[in-house]
């Protein structure tokens, strides 16, 4: 049998590559941070990781890791409801919850798996859940594996969600489900509009802060913040992989009650090993940092204003941005690749994106700015874009 899927196979990665979609994995043997080592010893700027704040290589959070493992151990080695709850994950959702002005928290081992196990156990067939088009893969896999109705309505459109929540008014829950931040355009949601539409049409809201939390609000709060609704969305889903320091783990915060349904019937939940110890208090010391000062969301807000600017002024054409995810557009995958190996050649580590990560002739390098870049980096990255984009023919 293998020998015919081999054949198949084979055949499949060939028209990947001679479709220009073949994912290279390029490797590190440095700490993430704005400036990192490749493995054949170049030294470049990074502008394609999701450590918008700088944290990954943060000295207080090293050390919280360090201490963990010498009070804590190495791993749990269990599920959370068997032996696999220490002190420290309990302040961790509990910082949580403060800093999201929820009511509990529920950790996950990936924000993947929060988004997995969110619906199935809060939802059935005669419920309704009304999605945005360009939610993330975690969430629309999430829904997969739930019964409820789906309903979907165009990116951020207002006027579809409308005639979506009147059409599933026959269904006894209804769920709206949206990013704060859409991970490949960079755009917010307009969370005002959606709660408005939630309050007259008797839905719930969840939304997922992946993107924005860390980046979006005067503190960092993410998408609630911004429009000042904290405490009036009943589910919020996020990660410790991106802002927040970038390693792993994922939470679902939000109504109590539904966090403690979670806890009985998530299944990510029940049968995942739990959370290390050293990632846990080194996010414990994370959010303390953030109650602390803003001084890295300002950096973070000064450094993307100032790239798109310049940026536009240099002739690209760019997606509108309320985050800090500015999507250069190019619209040909082969001319994403291109553009970015060539970067690469000048300094600047960015990846293109293509089909089927985003839809066909929408191809695009998504740079990703972080508080962690100097304005010399971002100098360096634009001139590194002109000159390049100039010899391709992407500016004049």
Same mark, same amino acid.
């Given at each position: 049998m293998y020998t015919r899927m081999n054949a198949f196979l084979q055949a499949e990665l060939e028209q990947i590559k001679s479709a220009g979609l073949y994912k290279e994995e390029r490797v590190l043997v440095s700490p993430q941070s704005a400036e990192i080592t490749l493995i054949n010893g170049a030294r470049v700027l990074n502008f394609c990781a999701n450590n918008y704040?700088?944290?990954?290589?943060?000295?207080?959070?090293?050390?919280?890791?360090k201490e963990a493992l010498d009070t804590h151990g190495y791993g749990m080695s269990s599920v959370r409801f068997i032996c696999g709850t220490t002190d420290l994950h309990k302040v961790l959702e509990q910082k949580i919850a403060e800093f999201f002005g929820t009511e509990d928290t529920i950790l996950y081992a990936a924000a993947f798996d929060a988004n997995g196990g969110v619906f199935e156990p809060l939802l059935g067939p005669k419920d309704a859940i009304i999605s945005d088009t360009l939610n993330h893969a975690s969430i629309i896999d999430g829904v997969r594996l739930c019964k409820a109705e789906l309903y979907r309505f165009a990116n951020a459109n207002m006027e579809q969600l409308e005639e979506r929540l009147i059409l599933a008014q026959e269904h006894n829950f209804r769920l709206i489900v949206t990013d704060g931040v859409f991970?490949?355009?960079?755009?917010?949601?307009?969370?005002?509009k959606i709660v408005e539409l939630a309050n007259k049409y008797?839905?719930?809201?969840?939304?997922?802060?992946?993107?924005?939390?860390?980046v979006v609000g005067p503190t960092g709060r993410g998408v609630t913040e911004l429009f000042n609704l904290r405490g009036e969305v009943e589910i919020i889903t996020g990660t410790l992989g991106k802002a927040f320091g970038g390693a792993i783990g994922g939470f679902t915060t939000g109504k109590?009650?539904?966090?403690?349904?979670?806890?009985?019937? #998530?299944? =990510?939940?029940?049968?995942?090993?739990?959370l290390p110890p050293h990632i846990v208090n080194a996010g414990i010391r994370m959010f303390e940092m953030m109650s602390e000062t803003s001084e890295l969301q300002d950096r973070l807000h000064e450094n993307t204003t100032y790239f798109v600017e310049h940026m536009k002024a240099a002739g690209f054409d760019l997606k509108p941005t309320k985050s800090a995810i500015c999507a250069v557009m190019l619209y040909d995958a082969f001319l994403s690749k291109q553009m970015a190996d060539m970067l690469l050649e000048e300094g600047i580590y960015v990846i293109?994106? #293509?089909? =089927?990560?985003?839809?066909?002739?929408q191809a695009r390098i998504r740079v990703q700015l972080s508080a962690g870049h100097t304005r010399a980096h971002l100098d360096k990255a634009i001139a590194a874009f002109t000159k390049v984009g100039r010899k391709l023919g992407v500016i004049q």
């Open positions: 704040l700088g944290l990954a290589d943060h000295p207080r959070l090293i050390e919280a890791a991970s490949m355009d960079g755009n917010v949601a307009p969370m005002d008797d839905a719930m809201v969840m939304v997922d802060e992946c993107h924005s939390a860390g109590k009650e539904i966090i403690a349904l979670l806890r009985q019937r #998530s299944r =990510p939940y029940l049968f995942s090993n739990s293109g994106f #293509s089909f =089927p990560v985003v839809p066909k002739g």
